[in-house]
């Protein structure tokens, strides 16, 4: 399978500027994000796609000092209604086989991020076997595009609060197509 074009030039777009887009992506003031570096994920691949591998990953810190954060930021070019078991397939890799510290034990917390390039994704899931007390939740910040506001989001750009690595995504955002966008 080839890879995906538009995958490839959105995780591009995020390097660029991985504080301003996660700010986007996650709705966070800069201020607030502690971004350390992009963890090198290469040798991890994404469950059920094995030519390909999720290579966005986030390390960012929490305001606990003694908690560290393995985000994967998965961009689909159409919404996915597989990515929650994919995700938790990816994210016990993740958690099983990175670190943050050479300790012994030490664990990033893992979470997911998802930008849905077209249509709407519903990848969180909740549930829960009654009265026992199983429970299965992953809770994913998603992003999906046609819900954006093109208009506010070059707004937001042109006054220097959001990045302007955030550009090529105007065109796939609820009024991107409008000539005073354009």
């Known amino acids: 399978m080839p890879p995906n074009r538009f995958d490839q030039a959105s995780r591009y777009a995020a390097k ?48 606990d000092p003694a908690l560290e954060w393995a985000l994967p930021v998965e961009f689909c070019l159409e919404a996915d209604s597989e990515l929650f078991g994919r995700l938790l397939v990816y994210l016990g890799q993740l958690w099983l086989e990175k670190q943050p510290t050479d300790g012994r034990g030490e664990r990033f ?18 549930m829960s076997l009654r009265r026992t007390g199983v429970r299965t939740h992953l809770e994913v910040k998603e992003r999906n595009l046609c819900d954006e506001d093109a208009a506010a989001l070059l707004e937001a750009i042109a006054n220097g609060s959001a990045s302007r690595c955030l550009l090529p995504w105007i065109p796939l955002m609820h009024g991107g197509e409008e000539t005073g966008i354009i």
Do not use: K, Q
């Not at 998802?114 to 709407?120: C, D, F, P, Q």
């Open 109 to 126: 917390a893992v979470g997911a991020a998802i930008v849905n390039l077209t249509g709407r994704g519903r990848t969180s899931r909740a």
């Open 16 to 63: 660029l500027d991985a504080v301003g887009f996660l700010c986007w992506l996650l709705g966070e003031d800069a201020a607030e994000l502690r971004f350390r570096t992009w963890l090198a994920t290469r040798t991890l691949p994404f469950p059920g796609d094995p030519e390909r591998t999720c290579d966005t990953v986030a390390w960012l810190a929490d305001a």
